[in-house]
C-alpha cells in the first residue's frame, strides 16, 4: 500500500474535496481519484461518498483514520530519523491571510537561505479552520488570530504582535468615524471570525446600529470595495495594509481592548521538534524586526 495514496486520502478527508486536496497536493484531481480508487480496491470497500463537489468519508474510513494518520505520521519520521540534525522533511504551516502578506514573505526567505532541506507546506485559511487543522494534526504550526478561549496545555502559544482595528473610507469621505458608520454603507468583517467579533464589539460599545451591505470574512476584499467607494468599514491595521490602501483613508480606533493578537500555535509531532523550533524561532524574530518597523 502506497503511502502517498494514504497521505491523498487524509486530505481529502480534511479538505472535504477531491479538488482542494489535489491543490494542496499539487496534482490533478484525476490522479487524487485514481489514488482512492486503487485504495477502495485494496481494502476492499468504499472510502469516500461523492456528492456533487464534495467527498465526505464513510463510515469504514472514519474506523481506519486513526490508524492512516498515525501510519503516515510515522512514515514521516523515519525520514526525518536519518537525518542526525532533524532539520530535513516536511512541515505544514497554517496561516491567516494576512500573516500570509505580512510576516510569511520574511521567514520563508530565511527558511530557503538556512535550511535548504526543509518543505514547507503553506496552507491559508481561516483562524478557527486552522485551529482545528492544528488539533487534527493536519497542520504541525499555525498563526491565526488569539483564540476567544483558553487552549489545551498540549498546544504552546506564542503572542507575535498585536494589530489596532481600525476605520477605513474612501480618502474624499469628510464624516466623522462616527457619522460614517450610521449613515455610509458598511462592508461588515465577518462577525463569526475572531477577529470580527472585535469590530462588532466596536460597534456595540458605541451603540452605532450600522447600515449593513455585507458581511464576510476576506480582509483584501473588504479593502477592494472601500477603495471602490462601495462603503466603509472596521478591520485590523496589518501589516501590508498600507501597500493596498491607496485611495483609502485609514483611522486607528484607540483602546486595547479593539486589538487582535496574532499566535504562533504548535502541536507537538513525533520527528518535528526540531523543525518546529526552527520554524518558531524563525518567526518570533521576524516578528520582533515587524514591531521594530
Known amino acids: ?37 486503487a485504495l477502495e480496491q485494496s481494502l476492499g470497500c468504499p472510502l469516500l461518498n461523492r456528492s456533487g463537489h464534495s467527498a465526505k468519508p464513510t463510515e469504514a474510513c472514519l474506523r481506519l483514520l486513526p490508524r492512516l494518520k498515525h501510519l503516515v505520521a510515522e512514515t514521516q519520521a523515519l525520514q526525518n530519523d536519518l537525518d542526525q540534525t532533524g532539520l530535513t522533511g516536511d512541515l505544514k504551516v497554517g496561516a491567516v491571510s494576512t500573516a500570509l502578506t505580512g510576516i510569511m514573505p ?119 470595495m472601500v477603495k471602490r467607494n462601495m462603503g466603509v468599514s472596521l478591520v485590523p491595521i496589518w501589516q501590508g495594509l498600507e501597500e493596498v490602501a491607496n485611495n483609502i483613508k485609514i483611522q486607528p480606533i484607540s483602546g486595547k481592548e479593539y486589538q487582535r493578537h496574532i499566535q504562533l500555535i504548535t502541536h507537538r509531532q513525533v520527528g518535528k521538534e526540531r523543525l518546529i523550533e526552527a520554524f518558531s524561532d524563525t518567526v518570533m524574530k521576524a516578528s520582533k524586526e515587524l514591531i521594530k518597523d
Open 106 to 224: 520574511s521567514v520563508i526567505k530565511q527558511l530557503t537561505a538556512h535550511l535548504p532541506d526543509l518543505n514547507l507546506q503553506i496552507s491559508p485559511g481561516t483562524s478557527a479552520n486552522l485551529y482545528q487543522q492544528l488539533l487534527d494534526k493536519s497542520l504541525d504550526v499555525i498563526i491565526i488570530v488569539k483564540p476567544p478561549f483558553v487552549c489545551p496545555k498540549y498546544l504552546q502559544t506564542s503572542t507575535l504582535y498585536t494589530e489596532q482595528l481600525g476605520f477605513i473610507s474612501s480618502d474624499t469621505n469628510t464624516l466623522s468615524i462616527k457619522e460614517s458608520l450610521l449613515n455610509l454603507p458598511y462592508i461588515q468583517y465577518d462577525r463569526s471570525a475572531w477577529g470580527g467579533a472585535i469590530a462588532d464589539s466596536y460597534l456595540l460599545d458605541c451603540d452605532i446600529a450600522a447600515n449593513t451591505l455585507c458581511e464576510l470574512d476576506a480582509l483584501e476584499s473588504i479593502v477592494l
Open 1 to 37: 500500500m502506497d503511502i502517498r495514496f494514504l497521505s491523498s486520502l487524509l486530505e481529502v478527508v480534511n479538505t472535504g474535496s477531491i479538488a482542494a486536496a489535489a491543490r494542496n497536493q499539487m496534482l490533478t484531481s484525476a490522479a487524487v481519484s485514481q489514488r482512492i480508487k
